[in-house]
């Protein structure tokens, strides 16, 4: 490949209805290699309408999109040769097992059967998958699959692999096993195209994220400046007595407008960046208020208060099916529990 | 943003390669089709029990009661019928599993790599029709030991078998289209009981046309399984075939015409 400042994935002005619906009104996207772009968004933000263009499973109404210098829909073969795909659900035969999945995916990359061969091995080695590889793959893990599903990806040894919420449905502990695979992949300098809508996940692996909403590009940047767009640090905290929770913000209504939710008894205060300062008035003005309080705390403003800033709606609102509270509600719930590490990131 | 950049040029492999990808690929999801059918018991009992069952259903249950003027009676009648049900019914797989494998993502993944365009469906196509065509000598070894007789020599005997196996594949052509446009397991099943099932039993495959009324008769003497179906029996039994055998090689031609091109579509479309 030439040019070495071209940017691995490069789309500009990419558009796509489907009938009424305007699933990409036109994105730009530029990714350098061997980095991580985080897409962001709700579900039907358009970020798998973007990914399937990128791999050619989907033509574009407008503008373009090359992948390492290739364009997607006059050279989608090209493209091909040079991306690796795992989607949302483990693309993987069940009836068959690991290595026979990675044999016949590797067939189908025109190993010859000796390297085909060899190569499933190496992958299910690399993905802990060595003991599983002659059980049929309907009796995998839900994480399991997806690391098989990820492996098939690799086959060709992708210079550019994109996957779309590879995560998602999985448990917390496969979850972070999948992020490990991911880091190490990036560390061997594949350009990694993610879409997601776990904000923590972005934070952890994506070098630059972007955040899609309706089929816009609305926000773009690293996790650091994305969350100083969202209004800089907050400090927080509870009160177990709820009866005293509006004498509480009360009492801290000099550092900024504060909001109190009488009944979790939370209460935040968006304070800009005066960070520690802040802090130390909110102890102060608690203390001479006789108000106890419990997780006191600084926090740096975390990507789901940006994306409630950009978008005016919570990250997994769309989702909500479950009835759990989330977006703000959420994160009021974990407050006790995660104090301590906010204070960690605030200093 | 970066206007500067442009595309790369792109070297194509060779159209020779390329033609020896589609053979290799389209043997690649042959034989992973084939493993994937030895693999689940429920698809052995789909194409082997099922079809057996029938031969001896209608043989033993419904023969009885249907009077024809074949040579060797009942059995030799419904012989050549049963082996173009199921070759029809066979299918029915053919939908099932496109449409399973374009909901789980598998079909976007193969599209998404350097492999063969058109080896997905021919390898589907392939694989479903070396497993009817093992279907048909099992149902027809069955037929043997219930009394079944070819009557009019080797030759013939295997056109029968290669012409159920044709119409088969024409069969699953359609199926295929259906799987790869609807999309999901079990609206493609529904679908296909609705046309798969009219068109096999509204036909001559298990009773003579003139035993329905005359309204039904209109619509099973002139559809393609009819044609099809009464070559068979020519080839099977002897008897006049000509005019049923090219109006069925019209009606096959006429399909692979229309719903190849469909159903490479479908798959290029898939979503």
Redesign the interface.
Known sequence: MSDVGQPSILVEGLTKSFGQVHALRGIDLSVPRGTVLGVLGPNGAGKTTAVRILTTLLLPDGGRALVEGYDVVRQAAAVRRTIGLAGQSAAIQEELTGRENLHIIGRLYHLSWQQARSRAVELLEQFGLSDAADRAAKNYSGGMQRRLDLAASLVGRPRVLFLDEPTIGLDPRSRLGMWDIIRSLVADGTTILLTTQYLEEADELADEIVVIDHGLVIAAGTAEELKGRAGGDVVEFTVPDRSRVGEAAAAVAGLGEPHADPETGMVSIGVGSRGSDALIDAVRALDAAGVATRGLALRRPSLDDVFLTLTGHAAEEEEQSAGRRRGRGRRRDSADTSAGDRVKAAS | ???L????E???PSLRVRAG?AV??TL??T??NL??WL??PAFLAFTVVQPVIFVLMFRYVFGGAIRVASTGGYVDFLMPGIVGQTAAFATFATAIALAQELK???I????????ARS?VLAGRLVADTGRMLVTILIIIAVGYAVGFRFHNGVGPAIAMIALGTVFGLAIACISAFTGLAIGDEESVQAFGLIWIFPLTFLSSAFVPISSMPGWLQAFANNQPVTYVIDAMRGLALGGPIESSLWKSLVWLAGIFVVFIPLAVRAYRRA?
């Open positions: 943003m970066t206007a950049a442009h595309p790369v792109a070297e194509q990808w290799t690929d690649t999801i034989r992973r493993l994937v693999r689940v789980k993502g598998v976007d993944r193969l599209r998404s790599m350097p492999m080896a979503s």
